[in-house]
C-alpha cells in the first residue's frame, strides 16, 4: 500500500473541521482540489474516511482512527525537523515584527518557553499595527490577523479565529448566576472592536435578536484594550481562543456561553521567503505550529 503523503495536510484540516470548504480556504486550494486529494486518500487505503451527505461531510469511524495516526506522525515529523534544524546552524538572532494585541495577549505568554526550549536563539521584537506588519521589511517573522496570502511572502496558516464572549467573573457578583442565554446579557456593557458586525453574526450563532435589545455599549479599536476592559469586569468582548484562552483557563476570565461565531480572517505567519532560508526562522514557526494546529510551509528553492 502506498499513501500518498502529500493529501495527509489536507485530510488533518478536513478532518478537523469537518468540512472541505474550510480546509480550501485554509490550504488556498479550490474545494474540487480537496475533495480530489480526499478521494485519492481514501482509494490508496480501501476505506471511507468521510460520510458525505449532500455538500457536508461527517468523519467516518475509520476516518476518526486515522486523524489519531495522522495528528501523531506529523507532529513526529516536526519534531525530527526540529532536530534537524538545531544542529544545521540556527544560532543567532530572529526579529519578529507583530501587534500589540498580539504580542501582549499571546506571545509574551509563551515566548518564555521558546527561549528555555532554544536557547541558542535570539528574539528581537518589534510592534507595529496590525495593517502594518506585511510592510515590515526588516523582519524575519511577521504574526498578523487577516486574509492571506501576501505579495511576496511565504504565508503559514496559524488557525481560522472563531469567537465567543469573555468577561470576568466580578461581572456577575452579586446577581444571582452565570447568564444562561444571551437575552440575559442585556443589562451589561457590550464591548465592540468594530461598529457591531462581529457582535451580530455572534448573536445570529446564538440564535439570539439583534443588538437592539441591548442596552450598554462601549466601542473601541483595539482587541487587546477590549480584552483589558473585560478582565477588569467593565463588561463583556467577543475574543478568539488564541488570545483569551489564558485567562480562561487561569479562571480570571470566563465563556459564558459555548457558541461560537467566525471571524472574518485567521491569524497568520508570514516570511520573506529568503529568510525563511534560516534555521533559527524555520525553527520558530516549527515551535508555533503545535500551538495552532498550523500548515507548516515547505522550504522554498
Not at 502506498?2 to 480550501?24: H, K
Not at 507532529?75 to 526540529?82: H, M, Q, R, T
Not at 529568503?274 to 508555533?288: A, G, I, K, T
Amino acid at each position: 500500500m502506498r499513501i500518498p503523503l502529500d493529501t495527509l495536510p489536507t485530510f488533518r484540516i478536513a478532518a478537523q473541521s469537518e468540512s472541505f470548504s474550510q480546509a480550501a480556504r485554509a490550504l488556498h486550494l479550490t474545494d474540487s482540489a480537496v475533495s480530489h486529494q480526499i478521494k485519492r486518500l481514501e482509494e490508496s487505503l480501501g476505506v471511507a474516511l468521510f460520510e458525505r451527505h449532500g455538500r457536508s461531510v461527517k468523519l467516518s469511524p475509520e476516518g476518526r482512527l486515522f486523524l489519531g495516526t495522522v495528528q501523531s506522525t506529523l507532529g513526529a515529523i516536526a519534531d525530527s525537523v526540529l532536530v534537524l534544524h538545531q544542529s544545521a546552524g540556527s544560532a543567532g538572532t530572529i526579529t519578529i515584527t507583530c501587534s500589540s494585541m498580539f504580542g501582549s495577549k499571546w506571545l509574551s505568554r509563551h515566548l518564555r518557553d521558546f527561549m528555555e526550549r532554544h536557547p541558542h536563539v535570539g528574539c528581537k521584537l518589534k510592534l507595529v499595527d496590525n495593517s502594518r506588519v506585511a510592510e515590515e521589511e526588516d523582519t524575519d517573522v511577521g504574526i498578523l490577523f487577516g486574509k492571506g496570502p501576501w505579495p511576496d511572502r511565504l504565508t503559514m496558516l496559524l488557525g481560522q479565529v472563531k469567537l465567543a464572549p469573555v468577561c470576568s467573573p466580578k461581572l456577575f457578583s452579586g446577581r444571582v448566576g452565570i447568564p444562561q442565554n444571551a437575552l440575559d446579557l442585556a443589562d451589561y456593557p457590550i464591548i465592540h472592536q468594530d461598529d457591531g458586525l462581529e457582535w451580530r453574526q455572534w448573536l445570529e450563532a446564538a440564535g439570539a435578536p439583534g443588538l437592539g435589545a441591548f442596552r450598554k455599549h462601549i466601542y473601541c479599536n483595539d482587541t487587546g484594550f477590549a480584552i483589558d476592559i473585560a478582565y477588569h469586569g467593565g463588561g463583556i468582548t467577543l475574543a478568539s481562543e488564541e488570545l483569551a484562552g489564558s485567562y480562561v483557563r487561569e479562571g480570571t476570565l470566563i465563556r459564558p456561553f459555548s457558541v461560537t461565531s467566525d471571524a472574518d480572517g485567521g491569524w497568520y505567519v508570514i516570511s520573506n521567503p529568503r529568510r525563511y532560508q534560516e534555521p533559527r526562522v524555520q525553527l520558530f514557526c516549527q515551535w508555533m505550529a503545535p500551538y495552532f494546529s498550523a500548515i507548516l510551509p515547505s522550504v522554498p528553492a
